[in-house]
């Protein structure tokens, strides 16, 4: 059995145990993985990926040129955690909900500058997303950004959640070549204005 279709049944088998934590019933594609990974570069720094199952994007971020030390994989299902350590054993494999992340310290030896979300966010209850923000946004340095994939035809984060946490969220591109053909967005903090000082 190829890997490819060993990791499609992986991919399967967790989805049918548990479809509204699996994105997808087949891992993302070579398109879409690129894609997520365009804006990152061996300059990033540290990347956290959530939910990265058997790990597409993970090669997609080594190919960029990150260091697999620098990787920090959240991954709840215990059969993907498992061969994400064994693929990756330089990067840190943390077995845990993303939710949890906030109740963390991170031991790292470059700042966060990344963080890659596989997660089925449109199936989760809001507050769940809303901690997965407030998780990853805890880490991130200033200028970090968060990069989500949606299937859907508009960002999976509500306008009035963006509002909300200040933050917001920037269209980079889709991909039909996926499937089913995705879409990618960067969510990173707002700017301050700064204040009007009356004279």
């Given at each position: 059995m190829s890997s490819?279709?060993?990791d499609a049944l992986l991919f399967f088998r967790a989805w049918l145990s548990a479809p509204l934590q699996v994105a997808s019933v087949t891992p993302s594609g070579r398109a879409l993985a690129s894609l997520m990974t365009s804006e990152i570069s061996a300059g990033t720094g540290t990347v956290i990926e959530l939910g990265p199952g058997t790990g597409v994007f993970t090669e997609a971020l080594l190919n960029r040129g990150v260091c697999e030390s620098?990787?920090?994989?959240?991954?709840?299902?215990?059969d993907f955690a498992r061969e994400l350590t064994m693929r990756f054993p330089a990067a840190a494999t943390l077995r845990m909900d993303a939710a949890q992340l906030r109740k963390?310290?991170?031991q790292t030896s470059a700042p966060i500058g990344a963080v890659l979300s596989g997660l089925p966010?449109?199936?989760?209850?809001?507050?769940?997303v809303i901690a997965i923000l407030e998780g990853a946004?805890?880490?991130l340095?200033?200028?970090?950004?968060?990069y989500q994939f949606t299937y859907g035809p508009r960002c999976p984060i509500p306008r009035p959640l963006l509002d909300r946490l200040g933050l917001k969220?920037?269209?980079?591109g889709g991909t039909l070549a996926n499937v089913p053909p995705a879409?990618?967005?960067r969510i990173g903090r707002r700017r301050r204005r700064p204040s009007l000082v009356a004279t």
């Amino acid at each position: 059995m190829s890997s490819k279709t060993a990791d499609a049944l992986l991919f399967f088998r967790a989805w049918l145990s548990a479809p509204l934590q699996v994105a997808s019933v087949t891992p993302s594609g070579r398109a879409l993985a690129s894609l997520m990974t365009s804006e990152i570069s061996a300059g990033t720094g540290t990347v956290i990926e959530l939910g990265p199952g058997t790990g597409v994007f993970t090669e997609a971020l080594l190919n960029r040129g990150v260091c697999e030390s620098d990787l920090i994989l959240v991954e709840y299902g215990v059969d993907f955690a498992r061969e994400l350590t064994m693929r990756f054993p330089a990067a840190a494999t943390l077995r845990m909900d993303a939710a949890q992340l906030r109740k963390i310290e991170l031991q790292t030896s470059a700042p966060i500058g990344a963080v890659l979300s596989g997660l089925p966010l449109l199936s989760m209850p809001i507050r769940k997303v809303i901690a997965i923000l407030e998780g990853a946004f805890s880490h991130l340095r200033h200028d970090g950004a968060f990069y989500q994939f949606t299937y859907g035809p508009r960002c999976p984060i509500p306008r009035p959640l963006l509002d909300r946490l200040g933050l917001k969220a920037t269209f980079i591109g889709g991909t039909l070549a996926n499937v089913p053909p995705a879409a990618v967005y960067r969510i990173g903090r707002r700017r301050r204005r700064p204040s009007l000082v009356a004279t």
